[in-house]
């Protein structure tokens, strides 16, 4: 994994409010360059796991899906997302995420699928974050749906999955 520039990293540290824990690259940019997703590596600097692949890191969505969270979302995402669909989604992530690690450091291993979980949702933001980088999320597809009905829309955002 290629690591993020010295700008790139002064950049996240801002979204984020403190410096980011781990290596990353960014994934998804809106046309003006800001960064909205990053793609960290398996494990963070002390050695610990990573379980999050992809990181919402845009202001502005982050803002609106924690508001359809702290709404009900993530249950009502359990509710309405197909749970087939959602299974999948979890294997692929956590395929891909084995992939990485046996290009990774040797040590403790994070497991299950989007965000570390095995089952259901865990979190709209890595659903959201996984949607916009690799385009087959359909929690993530679900959450720009719901986003959509509340007038948030992608606006800018450069998805690079023809989606």
Excluded at 78 to 91: F, G, L, N
Excluded at 132 to 146: K, N, Y
């Amino acid at each position: 994994m290629t690591s993020a520039s010295a700008a790139e990293v002064e950049v996240v540290t801002q979204l984020l409010g403190r410096a980011p824990e781990g290596d990353f690259t960014v994934a998804v940019r809106r046309r003006s360059g800001g960064i909205v997703v990053i793609e960290n590596a398996p494990f963070l600097r002390n050695g610990r796991p990573m379980p999050t692949r992809y990181w919402l890191v845009d202001a502005e969505l982050r803002h609106a899906v924690s508001q359809l969270e702290a709404a009900g979302g993530v249950r009502q995402a359990e509710r309405e997302v197909d749970p087939t669909a959602m299974e999948q989604a979890h294997e692929r992530a956590a395929v891909e995420r084995t992939t990485r690690l046996e290009l990774a450091s040797p040590g403790p291993k994070p497991t299950g699928g989007v965000a570390g979980t095995r089952t259901g949702v865990k979190c709209l933001h890595a659903h959201l974050a996984t949607y916009l980088a690799d385009g087959i999320d359909p929690v993530g597809a679900w959450t720009v749906e719901q986003l959509a009905l509340r007038g948030v829309t992608l606006g800018d955002v450069e998805l690079t999955h023809g989606n």
